[in-house]
């Protein structure tokens, strides 16, 4: 990196952080630690779940999923926009009638302790996890491309968020997340502009876009129901529908954000503003990466783009069969250059017959790629045992690093440490204040004053951001990364928001069959996840409908409560 794109990074990160603490400095008493004093307009909020949600694995390992398997990941999102719309009729009302801090508080006026506490045990576990991957995640690509170290990155994301959170709660998160927000979206806009300028010429946008046509990649909307494909249209409206209501409406890292509003009008705003502007600007981020992908079709990529495990192969006996998987790649590189050439010609010219000819021809030779980089990831694996992790998540940084002009590598890793500074502030935020108010206020120190549970929050504060620096220093690699956290996530919200459903709408379910439903359920699903092939967005709706089943089923056989 140059001293202009190191000017750029630093500045950036460091104006943000100091104006977060400067604008929060005086957050002393818990309505403005946990829920921002109640002053938070719509668009602030807006911006502040969207960051939330958008951590650094968003930017780093959605173009690669793009580049990799098409523009589909876009079905990912379809339910979200019908969930929010839910939840600003259903969720939000109940939860400002009763002033809630956390979402989990409502599970006891509803139902019983124990339920609340099993709620809010669920939420710390998965988002206690995930957030070590939120910090992992970015670390370990910045760490292998730019030659960081990896402990000492992992060290700098954790303890900056965890310090102006600290200091500020709620209010710094806010604050910085609007920062945070405008440079994540300019950044990507400035490089989708960027890779299209880099095209050769005669190839514009337009033809760009062709070529990412007859390669399979902008497969948008798949109507085939398989319940075993991660990603078609009925996966995403309901599958996703479901984990959006969960995430969105029962995980505190999510309702903390829109606690905060002035209004309900307010928080009903900034929730109905993610779900118009979310889609779009995961569109945008998926369409870079295919933009990647067609400037690759001009320009020799990387035989494997995690250059530190290629490194490692080179540097065994089996060398020269890497060395042999790369010259093979160079020829199927240019037999498909040319093809795509041809493409873009026969659009130029209009001639359809040759264009279908010159596609065939660089679909061919994109397989012919695809079995090369296979033999290339079986290399891999076998010189870096314990590290399977997908080099898709590699693409975006490695055309970053070594394709933009000086100045541009700077912001776009501001980008990436932005989202993962955002979404792991809010992480914090939730994991001390969920703590605090449904665990140690309950049920350990129900009588302190407001500066004790302040000043429990930042303690707890520190404590989880202490346990997920660990985890992100202990994490093995996993698979492309933007799935794992998706994963997890499924793997508990189903249950949680199936403890929700039955409290909003099944009145006649009582707090002991909703509450062994609950265990059940989450036994099951773990069950689903090591025994089956079922796609994970699944689980949501699994979730919902074992716990309201099996809560109908036990009310028949344990005691009635009042």
Known sequence: MSGLDWGVLVGTIAFIVLYGVWKTRKTQHMTGYLRADNTERWWMMGLSIMATQASAITFLSTPGQAFDDGMRFIQFYFGLPLAMVVLSITAIPIYYRLKVYTAYEYLESRFDLKTRSLAALLFLVQRGLSTGITIYAPAIILSAILGWNLTATILFIGVVVTFYTVVGGTKAVS????????VMLGGMLVAAVVVVRLLPDGVGFAEAMTVAGKAGKLNLVDLSFNPNDRYNLWSGLIGGFFLSLSYFGTDQSQVGRYLGGETIAQSRLGLL???LVKVPMQFLILLVGVLVF?????YQPPLYFNQQHA???????????WQSLEAQSQEVFQQKKAASLAVVEAEQRGDEQAKEQAAQAMQQAEAQRKALRQEAQELVKKHNQGTDLKDTDYVFLTFVTQQLPQGLIGLLLA???????????????SLASTTVVDVYKRSLRKNA????YVAASRWFTVGWGAVSILFALFASQLENLIQAVNILGSLFYGTILGVFIAAFYFKRLAANAVFWAAVGTQFLIFLLYFTTNIAYLWYNLIGVVLVVGIGYGLRA???RQA
């Open 449 to 452: 004053s407001d500066d004790h």
């Open 294 to 298: 067609v400037f690759y079709q001009f």
């Open 273 to 275: 503003m993610n779900g």
């Open 415 to 429: 980008v990436v440490l932005c989202a993962a500074m955002g979404s792991t502030a809010s992480a914090f935020n």
């Open 311 to 321: 490194a490692n192969v080179l540097a065994s006996a089996e060398a020269p069969a």
């Open 557 to 559: 056989v344990l005691p």
């Open 175 to 182: 604050q910085t997340q609007r920062l945070q927000m405008a």
